[in-house]
């Protein structure tokens, strides 16, 4: 079976909502050539579970895991083959499918984060002329804010554009936070985001307050949908 193949095999396992954006992305627009896919069917036949394995600018010698299932059996057996013992992974999983992924590996750094969506109608941008834009030699947007001196005081960009939705993350420099500067670049961002016909989601640890709260003052909504990450190793 082909890896085109395997996608298509394993689409209905995911759905077009803010809670499977990241996972849908990976597992079935991610660069082929940087995602192995493991696929695994209940006795029926029926595909059960799959496991994502994905090199990601995000970390270049931890591979991010993502995994979707509602068969335990298929799932941890799906993760069994998917990590190699001995290497770290990065997972980004849904909180019901933390039991299987510790029964197959050890777990540290977990991290419950809350999935926050923009809807055009509800965007309130705020303009700064110190922000500026661009993109990166593979596509991705990007918004900064230099610094005084050397670096920036703040940025953000796209982690991954999917054809319905772009991930935005921001950085702010300790010594400027609180100013309103990860605001600004957040808006820079999530309107190109929303001029190329995608929507904008923002992903934060839900005990992150001041994040929560430069969320929803661009508007974006918590979608409810949570999603646990950290990083692994299999047992």
């Known amino acids: 079976m082909t890896q085109a193949d395997t996608r298509t095999v394993i689409a209905p396992l995911l759905t077009t909502a803010p809670a499977d954006a990241l996972a849908a992305y990976f597992a079935l627009e991610h ?3 940087r995602a192995r ?7 029926a036949g029926r595909v059960a579970a799959f496991v994502a394995v994905c090199q990601t600018g995000m970390d270049l010698f931890r591979p991010l895991v993502v995994a979707r ?21 990065l997972f980004s999983i849904p909180p019901s499918a933390r039991p299987d992924l510790e029964v197959v590996a050890h777990l540290h750094g977990e991290i419950m ?11 309130k ?18 918004a900064s804010i230099p610094a005084r001196g050397e670096g920036l005081a703040a940025e953000a960009g796209t982690s991954w554009i999917s054809s319905r ?5 921001v ?11 990860g605001r600004s670049v957040v808006s820079a961002v999530s309107a190109q985001v929303l001029d190329m016909g995608r929507i904008p989601l923002y992903m934060t640890a839900l005990e992150n307050e001041p ?21 692994c190793a299999r047992r």
């Not at 941008?125 to 596509?139: A, E, F, K, M, Y």
């Not at 939705?165 to 993350?169: D, I, K, N, T």
């Open 211 to 231: 994040s929560r709260r430069l969320a929803l003052a661009l508007g974006y909504h918590d979608t409810g949908a949570r999603e646990l990450t950290g990083a």
């Open 31 to 33: 660069d082929p050539r």
């Open 113 to 123: 984060v809350a999935t926050f969506a923009l809807q055009r109608n509800d965007f």
């Open 171 to 181: 950085s702010v420099a300790e010594s400027v936070r609180g100013r309103g500067l």
């Open 69 to 89: 299932g509602d068969d335990s059996i298929a799932l941890r057996d799906a993760l069994r083959e998917a990590l190699a013992p001995g290497r770290q992974y």
């Open 37 to 43: 896919l493991i696929v695994r069917a209940d006795p």
């Open 165 to 169: 939705y772009a991930e935005v993350f």
């Open 125 to 142: 941008p705020v303009v700064n002329i110190l922000v500026q834009t661009s993109r990166t030699p593979d596509g991705q947007l990007r």
